[in-house]
Each structure stands twice: as structure tokens, then as C-alpha cells.
Antibody, heavy 118, light 107 residues
Framework: QVQLQESGPGLVKPSQTLSLTCTVS??????????WSWIRQHPGKGLEWIGY???????YYNPSLKSRVTISVDTSKNQFSLKLSSVTAADTAVYYC??????????WGQGTLVTVSS | EIVMTQSPATLSVSPGERATLSCRAS??????LAWYQQKPGQAPRLLIY???TRATGIPARFSGSGSGTEFTLTISSLQSEDFAVYYC?????????FGQGTKLEIK
């Protein structure tokens, strides 16, 4: 059973860079066939897809966030990471890492709340 | 991007009754539509993909239908554990987009 776990600071100052890591267990990122994604949920709101990475390093980002997002992968650690630059209060959300197959999200991490505040 | 609109925003139904949730896409997404269930403090859980295929382990009381722009999730006989928020998601076009959710509450 694949499990995903987000980690990183729960509080980020405005204009700084939000950095999160997702550790995958129960399966290898390098096995192929899956896309490793970040999705966020603003408090009390719906879901917003941020982007994904394939084990090879290929990425796709939501055009609405593309200028500020970087997703990277470390296959040796079975981890992938999210960096979101120049954050504002509007980036306060629960951030989920997930595994997708054909754009269907089959596995989710438990989510981590990131608050942007000075 | 494709906008997904769910209705109603809140649905009040008694246990044992049927619930019908709707999802509309701003343009055709063929059958590339998934439904997720989210309970408070938890991550969403995949229920349905391909508009009508139940994910592994999902009870038969959950069913999905529709294609193109109109979709429905039906829960045939509500159990206490079914009261949650439900999201639809289109994955026909990049970027994949989600509806704003329907909260299913106990009447």
C-alpha cells in the first residue's frame, strides 16, 4: 500500500518561498507509470491542482501558478518536493502530495497546513 | 481552463434515503470525470473514475453516470459514514480542475 507524507514548515512569511517535501513509502517513485503531484485546498474551499512530476523529472504546472512553482524529485530518497516563491496570504492552504495515474488521484498524503503570515 | 460547477452546494438527506449530486463542466470532458469524498480533517478519497467506474473497495451503493458536460453521483441508501463533502474532477484537459464541492449533511 503506497503511503505519502508531507513535511515542511507550517508558517512562512510573506514574500518568502514555501518549501514542502513528500516522502513516499510502499512503492518506488522510479517504478514509472505514475505522476507525483501537489494539490492544495484553501481553508473551507475546494481543491486546486498545483502540478506534477514524473520520475524522469518531467514536470507540468498549473498555468495560474507556473511562474512561482518548482517541483523536483529525488529518486534516491523516494521523495519529491514543492517550492512556491513570493508567497502571500492567498497561498495559505492545506497542501497535499498525491500519486496520479492518468490524471486520476488514487493516493493522497494526509495534508499539511501552511500559513503565510508575518 | 474548464470550470466544474457542482449542485447543490449543500444537500440534506436522511439516512437510508437516496442522494443525487450533480456536476456540470463548462465544456465537454467526455467521460474523463472522477468523484472524490472528503471527510473533515482527512484527504479526499477516490470514489469513481471514468464517470462510472467505482474505485477499488468502494461500495456498490455509490454509482456515477453521465458524459460530456453533465454528470451525476448517486448514493442509493445513505449510511452514516457517507455524510461528507463530495468533489468532482475533470481530467480531460490540462490543467485538471475540481468542482467547489457538495456538502452532504444529515437531515
Amino acid at each position: 500500500q503506497v503511503q505519502l507524507q508531507e513535511s515542511g514548515p507550517g508558517l512562512v512569511k510573506p514574500s518568502q518561498t514555501l518549501s514542502l517535501t513528500c516522502t513516499v513509502s510502499g512503492g518506488s517513485i522510479s517504478s514509472g507509470g505514475y505522476y507525483w503531484s501537489w494539490i492544495r485546498q484553501h481553508p473551507g474551499k475546494g481543491l486546486e491542482w498545483i502540478g506534477y512530476i514524473y520520475y524522469s523529472g518531467s514536470t507540468y504546472y498549473n498555468p495560474s501558478l507556473k511562474s512561482r512553482v518548482t517541483i523536483s524529485v529525488d529518486t534516491s530518497k523516494n521523495q519529491f518536493s514543492l517550492k512556491l516563491s513570493s508567497v502571500t496570504a492567498a497561498d495559505t492552504a492545506v497542501y497535499y502530495c498525491a500519486r496520479e495515474t492518468s490524471m486520476i488521484v488514487g493516493y493522497w498524503g494526509q495534508g499539511t497546513l501552511v500559513t503565510v503570515s508575518s | 481552463e474548464i470550470v466544474m460547477t457542482q449542485s447543490p452546494a449543500t444537500l440534506s438527506v436522511s439516512p437510508g434515503e437516496r442522494a443525487t449530486l450533480s456536476c456540470r463542466a463548462s465544456q465537454s470532458v467526455s467521460s474523463n470525470l472522477a468523484w472524490y469524498q472528503q471527510k473533515p480533517g482527512q484527504a479526499p478519497r477516490l470514489l469513481i473514475y471514468g464517470a462510472s467506474t467505482r474505485a477499488t473497495g468502494i461500495p456498490a451503493r455509490f454509482s456515477g453516470s453521465g458524459s460530456g458536460t453533465e454528470f451525476t453521483l448517486t448514493i442509493s441508501s445513505l449510511q452514516s459514514e457517507d455524510f461528507a463533502v463530495y468533489y468532482c474532477q475533470q481530467y480531460n484537459n490540462w490543467p485538471q480542475t475540481f468542482g467547489q464541492g457538495t456538502k452532504l449533511e444529515i437531515k
